[in-house]
């Protein structure tokens, strides 16, 4: 009997011993909300500031990205730092860093403010709208970055994480929640965070997956299921929408997409914490982060008291490190040997592989980022999803691009709104064509009373070590600078000055950089000015006509950073162009002209240009900005003043300067200087103050009566052009109020509403 309670005695003291050994288990929840999921960092941070074990981690939505950031040896400093950080944003925003972007492969600009992509066999079938609203391309990189190296550590199981990690994605074909435990951490985070509509969806085991927090944005239930800790901590920032409003789309659709969540906590043992965030911010409201982060430490630290009465055991700094790194040391570093491309025929993935230039047998994350976003950067890419699998027999990464090809039809709309009399409308389709070469072939229109023009262009791209680019087409441009009505469509009334342009290009081009290129064209077209040299004509009487016909060589180099196509608050242009232009001059004077004497005329001329813009940031709210213009030339005078201006080259530093004839801004050689001061007033909302000068070398003067051009002085006068302006940078493009003033102009002062893009396209003068 003895004997028996003795070993009854051994044994409760072994498991005695044994609950003391092991401890005490703590699960911590983490809530999906959007931008206000970013205060789970503060409550990470602050339990461990306290020496509170997290031994494990569920979360759905942005709960699952800093779950999975911990889950993955990320500490709260390491995940506070990511989420402050400028990229952070730019996954948010579905923006591409600016040394990725890829400058040889744009078009031109034109003034579109909507681009719809079609495929030509949606034109007799149902259409394919697009799935998302925020580009997913950099945030997909990043997950693949961030988290493929504890994938590999854990043997894609999720229970050999630095810490357990579940996450919550939802199976829409089934109307169902997922518990996602293994695989690809990256991908089932990317899973759990894709609210419908913002995020392209995520395939996972051939079923769409979206948001988890469709049907559990709180997953306490998963954690007591999955690892039945002795204590659950739960940090909840999400809630309950209200009911659907009748005239709000936005609100019927989240009632039907999610179902209604119960934030508790299941589990005695536990504490909710509650960070104080304003309900009713924006999912991808990240400007206030470093204040939601600082509420959910804030929050911690009012609860650990009560976290105290359940639990006794502390974990401290140096043994979390220790530990961090021991988990860190088993993932190999992100060192690639092959790259798999899967979704195109062979052809296409044939000039797709061209694209990637490393020519090294294992590359770094650098370089297959580049490669990555040089692919994207292709207009015929439409997605590509990236997933590093590791080999254990090589020791290196393989690189699997999953890509889609782009619909192969374009159509974009834009044009400009304005109070002054320069409407306009415009409309462009391209067909795009993918092979062992790439290519498109694109028409557009601009139709206005200021304005209208017909282009028909098409370009091939060849790919590989060195890529390059052919590509031609015709333009025809007229510019009718008579001040008309406002609206589109009334009788013309006889112009003072029409400009014709009509041309044939060719080009072939390279890139020099990531951020600049170098093209040579030649080009052959006509230039017809049609234009009364006095302003005392009735509708009897017929104009002068000056026609260059002409054809010219040119070599341009571009380098262009700016971040808007039109009122660029950031980023750098440098342009440098050599023309020579040969062609002869045919002079038609009108029934008013003083010389009633056909002339014709051979003119050359070599002209060399060069742009520099730049803004410097001087602050969040202010941004200072400069031009400089030069031109020089040894262009000969046309016939008269008038003509000889026509075909002098412009200063229009602002956009709307480009509507108006000023003959004080026009010559064969000058310079133009301009700063700006750009005040941030809101998110895409500033007020823009510039100032230029234009400093001709030499005037183009007239003799008097017959105005017969010459030349004035050097250096004789300069001239202002000052703008003031407040801009509001809308989805589909800039809205302006603006007052300019142009010097010795007849009516210098301008006063009005631009709604688009004041771009017009290429002409032989430009």
């Known amino acids: 009997m003895a004997h028996h309670k003795s070993l009854y005695l051994i044994i409760f003291l072994m498991v005695f011993a044994y609950n003391n050994l092991s401890g005490q288990s703590v699960g911590v929840v983490l809530s999906g909300g959007g931008a206000k999921g970013v205060a789970h960092v503060g409550v990470l941070k602050a339990l461990e500031d306290n020496h509170v074990p997290i031994d494990y981690i569920t979360g759905t939505s942005m709960g699952a990205i800093i779950g999975g950031l911990y889950a993955s040896g990320y500490s709260p400093e390491e995940i506070d730092s990511l989420i402050n950080s400028d990229n952070f944003l730019q996954w948010a925003k579905g923006e591409v860093e600016e040394e990725y972007t890829y400058l040889y492969m744009k078009e031109e600009p034109n003034s579109s403010w909507i681009s719809l992509a079609l495929k030509y066999d949606s034109l007799i079938r149902k259409p394919e709208f697009p799935s998302s609203i925020i580009q997913p391309f950099q945030m997909d990189f990043a997950f693949m970055q961030i988290f493929s190296e504890a994938t590999t550590a854990s043997k894609r199981d999720f229970d050999n994480l630095f810490v357990p990690f579940r996450c919550i994605a939802s199976d829409i074909e089934n109307n169902k929640a997922v518990t996602l435990s293994e695989g690809n951490l990256g991908k089932a985070i990317r899973a759990s965070m894709t609210y419908p509509f913002y995020f392209k969806p995520i395939t996972i085991d051939g079923k769409i997956m979206l948001d988890g927090g469709m049907y559990n944005n709180f997953p306490s239930d998963v954690m007591l299921e999955e690892f039945f800790p002795d204590m659950i901590i739960g940090s909840n920032v999400a809630g309950n929408y209200s009911s659907a409003d009748p005239s709000d789309l936005v609100s019927q659709i989240r009632t039907i997409m999610m179902e209604q969540t119960q934030y508790d906590v299941y589990c005695e043992s536990s504490v909710l914490i509650e960070p104080q965030v304003p309900k009713n911010t924006s ?52 060192v690639f040997n092959n790259i798999e491309i899967s979704g195109l025929e062979n052809n296409e993935a044939n000039f797709v592989n061209r694209m990637l230039l490393h020519d090294k047998d294992t590359v770094g994350i650098k370089m297959i980022k580049e490669d990555y976003f040089r692919v994207l950067a292709n207009e015929h890419i439409q997605y590509i999803y990236p997933e590093a699998n590791y080999d254990e027999e090589s020791g290196y990464y393989h690189l699997d691009l999953e890509v889609k090809k782009d619909k192969n039809i374009e159509v974009q709309f834009g044009g400009t709104v304005s109070s002054a009399p320069i409407n306009e409308a415009f409309l462009q389709l391209k067909y795009k064509f993918l092979g062992n070469q790439a290519g498109n072939i694109r028409l557009n229109t601009y139709i206005g009373r200021f304005y209208s023009s017909v282009s028909a262009k098409g370009r091939l791209d060849f790919s590989g070590k060195s890529p390059f680019y052919i590509k031609g087409g015709t333009t025809y441009n007229q510019w009718d600078y008579f001040k008309t009505s406002t609206t589109f469509f009334e009788d013309k009334t006889p112009s003072y000055l029409i400009k014709n342009d009509f041309r044939n290009t060719v080009t072939f081009g390279a890139p020099v950089s990531s951020k600049s290129k170098l093209e040579a064209s030649i080009s052959a077209g006509n230039i017809t000015n049609r234009y009364y040299q006095s302003n005392q004509f009735s509708r009897l009487d017929t104009t002068d006509k000056t026609e260059f016909m002409n054809y010219n060589t040119e070599f341009t180099y571009q380098y262009n950073t700016l971040n808007r196509k039109q009122f660029a608050t950031k980023g750098k242009f440098i342009k440098a162009e050599v023309k020579n232009f040969r062609g002869e001059a045919t002079y038609t004077p009108g029934s008013i002209a003083p010389n009633k004497q056909t002339v014709k005329k051979l003119h050359q001329w070599l002209q060399v240009s060069f742009q520099y813009k730049d803004y410097l940031k001087s602050s969040s709210w202010f941004t200072f900005g400069y031009d400089v213009d030069l031109f020089l030339s040894n262009r000969s005078l046309f016939e008269n003043q008038t003509s000889s201006l026509l075909m002098a080259h412009e200063y229009t530093p602002v956009p709307e300067s480009k509507t108006v004839f000023l003959r004080n801004f026009n010559a064969n050689n000058y310079a133009g200087v301009g700063v700006k001061g750009i005040f941030k007033l809101a998110e895409d909302f500033n007020f823009r103050n510039e100032i230029y000068t234009f400093q001709p070398f030499r005037e183009i003067l007239s003799t008097g009566e017959n105005n017969q051009a010459y030349l004035g002085p050097y250096f004789d006068k300069h001239y202002f052009i000052g703008s003031s302006r407040l801009v509001y940078h809308s989805p589909l493009g800039p809205i302006s109020l603006y007052l300019n003033y142009y010097q010795g102009h007849n009516n210098p002062l301008a006063f009005g509403l631009n709604i688009g893009y004041i771009i017009f396209n290429e002409h032989t003068l430009h």
């Open 283 to 334: 999912i991808l409201d990240f400007s206030r982060r470093k204040a939601f982060i600082d509420s959910g430490y804030v929050a911690t630290e009012r609860k650990i008291n009560e976290i105290r009465l359940f639990l006794t055991d502390s974990v401290f700094p140096d043994e979390l490190r220790q530990k961090r790194e021991n988990f860190k040391k088993k993932s190999p570093p992100l």
